[in-house]
């Protein structure tokens, strides 16, 4: 079945740091691609997707490239935050119908003042 | 738009006692996931409701678990007997149809410990 593997953390950051947190997937087809953020003590949001091959999702500063030469869906942003303090996960559909979604066992990332 | 809500948000129980979890989905939403969520891992799925018919359900534990949607709006996810194990976040999601039938929402989820 579709699965995810994400890169292990704690990532911790300063500031305005570069962010890079790694995610490749195993699927049958082309799914579409996501991550989710969970800020402490919260649900887990959406925070960007892409649906089909060379599509970048974008938000609140973060960018992911749906890459299939490498089966890859990177997460990136350019200048971190304190308030980008959570744990990140990568996810897409799996199981029949593909309704079900499958995670990665999450990166959390600690930015520094 | 009000979110997807859970109840309690925390709770707290010796082993071999009951829980039950409550969950309000985003309106109009026909689709709802419960999932559990270990402690560092990510979620994973329990039990799938399109309106009121449980369509996915093979990964839920049944010979302690049980979950109802009875009118296509509010779920409860129930675990009786509770064990150690059990001891995780409870989270409910759902989604709408069309073509973002993918894009879950999540609620805050409901912490539960078993002692």
């Known amino acids: 079945g579709n699965s995810v593997t994400q890169m292990e953390g704690p990532v911790t950051l300063s500031e305005e740091a570069f962010l890079t947190i790694n995610c490749t997937y195993t699927?049958?087809?082309?799914?579409?691609l996501f991550w989710y953020v969970q800020y402490p003590g919260e649900g887990l949001q959406l925070l960007l997707k892409?649906?089909?091959?060379?599509d970048k999702g974008s938000n609140k500063g973060f960018e992911a490239t749906y890459r299939k030469e490498t089966t890859s869906f990177h997460l990136e942003k350019g200048s971190v935050q304190v308030s980008d303090s959570a744990v990140y996960f990568c996810?897409?559909?799996?199981?029949?119908?593909?309704?079900?979604?499958?995670f990665g066992k999450g990166t959390k990332l600690s930015v520094i003042p | 738009e009000a979110g997807v809500v859970q109840s309690p948000r925390y709770k707290i129980i010796e082993k071999k006692q009951p829980v039950a979890f409550w969950c309000n989905p985003i309106?109009?939403?026909?689709?709802l996931y419960w999932y559990r969520q270990n402690l560092g891992q990510g979620p994973e799925l329990l039990i799938r409701?399109?309106?009121?018919?449980?369509?996915?359900d093979s990964q839920l534990p049944k010979d302690r678990f049980s979950a109802e949607r009875l009118k296509g709006v509010d779920s409860t996810l129930k675990i009786q007997p509770a064990e150690l194990g059990d001891s995780a976040v409870y989270l409910c999601?759902?989604?709408?149809?069309?073509?973002?039938?993918?894009?879950?929402?999540f609620g805050p989820g409901t912490r539960l410990t078993v002692l």
């Open positions: 999601a759902s989604s709408g149809g069309g073509q973002r039938y993918n894009e879950q929402f």
């Open positions: 699927a049958t087809g082309y799914p579409s």
């Open positions: 892409a649906t089909k091959a060379d």
């Open positions: 996810a897409l559909p799996s199981g029949a119908g593909s309704y079900q979604l499958t």
């Open positions: 309106s109009g939403h026909n689709t």
């Open positions: 409701y399109e309106n009121e018919e449980a369509v996915d």
